[in-house]
């Protein structure tokens, strides 16, 4: 027979719940000290758990607002140093003053591909990384139950990429496995990334 106790979570604290609620009553054979235990276990999964959602939603919300900040703040420094490129007073002192030299890569990207790695943040959350290197950015491709192959989710010049896809089924675990290609111009360039697999938790 399998354990009595389910494994995971959420199923657990209903479980518990049930548990602590039979137990009141005089017949269900449940001691008065190991009833008091029970309700005082109870009220502390509770109390964790909803510090644990409160955490979690903070967390995401404030992953969000640095990824959005981080996108709008390189967009415009790129929009503004290419006018100070632009200049008719610009020179390489100036180059060298702001740091608009990138530095000097021995790679070749037609033979290179990226080192990809995700992190799951949870209810269908992936942070994927990778260093785009001297490509203009990476296209990320995915794929999950029920996808025929793999599925494009876009081109990003800003890393960390996040994955914000709702799970399939709500509530249910899922597999994604991701990989990542360097793209020059437009084009793919090199190898794809070994695949990433990640086990998305609600």
């Known amino acids: 027979m399998s354990d009595f106790v389910p494994p995971s ?19 269900s054979c449940v001691a008065p000290e190991d009833l008091a235990q029970l309700e005082a276990d109870n009220a502390e999964l509770h109390s964790a758990d909803t ?20 996108e709008r703040a390189e967009r415009n420094v790129r929009l503004i140093m290419h006018r ?4 008719q007073k610009f020179t390489p002192a ?3 003053r702001l740091r608009l030299q990138g530095p000097a890569l021995s790679v070749k ?3 290179s591909k990226p080192n990809l ?32 192959g793999w599925v494009l989710l876009g081109f990003t010049t800003v890393l960390p990429y996040f994955d914000r896809r709702p799970l399939l089924v709500p509530g249910k675990p899922e597999l994604r496995r991701y990989t990542a290609v360097y793209v020059v111009k437009n084009k793919e360039i090199g190898q794809f990334s070994d695949e990433v697999v990640v086990n998305c938790a609600p």
């Open 117 to 148: 790695a995700g992190a799951d943040h949870s209810d269908g959350e992936v942070e994927l990384t990778c260093l785009k290197l001297t490509s203009d950015g990476v296209n990320i491709y995915c794929q999950r139950e029920g996808d025929a």
């Open 94 to 96: 100036v180059s060298a």
């Open 109 to 111: 990207l037609a033979e």
């Open 84 to 87: 100070v490129k632009a200049h």
């Open 9 to 27: 979570h959420s199923a657990f604290i209903g479980w518990h719940d049930n548990a602590t609620a039979q137990a009141k009553d005089p017949e």
């Open 51 to 70: 510090a644990l959602n409160l955490a979690v939603t903070m967390h995401k919300q404030a992953v969000a607002h640095n990824n959005t900040v981080h």
